[in-house]
Nanobody, 130 residues
Framework: QVQLVESGGGLVQPGGSLRLSCAAS????????VGWFHQAPGKEREGVSC???????YYPDSVKGRFTISRDNIKKTVYLEMNSLKPEDSGVYYC????????????????????????WGKGTPVTVSS
């Protein structure tokens, strides 16, 4: 059974940090591009960090310098390190994995072609509030 299971979300004060994890099972994560996506209440989902198989990364300006995506292929896990968190970072964070030509570049998979990701997790909530 193919699964992506996110964990690590929670309540954090502004300026704080969280580390999200995404554990993959049922498929070989090593062969997939991966990404983290954020959906704030009442807003559309947006890509916040993507990592392609060749090591290329994409971060939008809103999180650049604060978020870092990484992967451990042995543990079949993808991580999102989030620092200097802001209230606008609140929402649900989803991880996704994809391996198909319709994803395109690492920038595209985080922006215009994310719907072509093969697998999605159910999300983990993050609340940044004092």
């Amino acid at each position: 059974q193919v699964q992506l299971v996110e964990s690590g979300g929670g309540l954090v004060q502004p300026g704080g940090s969280l580390r999200l994890s995404c554990a993959a099972s049922g498929f070989n994560l090593n062969h997939y591009d991966v990404g983290w996506f954020h959906q704030a209440p009442g807003k559309e989902r947006e890509g916040v960090s993507c990592l392609s198989g060749d090591g290329s990364t994409y971060y939008p300006d809103s999180v650049k310098g604060r978020f870092t995506i990484s992967r451990d292929n042995i543990k079949k896990t993808v991580y999102l390190e989030m620092n200097s968190l802001k209230p606008e970072d609140s929402g649900v964070y989803y991880c996704a994995a994809g391996s198909n030509p319709f994803l395109g570049s690492v920038t595209a998979m985080c922006t215009t072609t994310s719907d072509n990701m093969n697998y999605w997790g159910k999300g983990t909530p993050v609340t940044v509030s004092s």
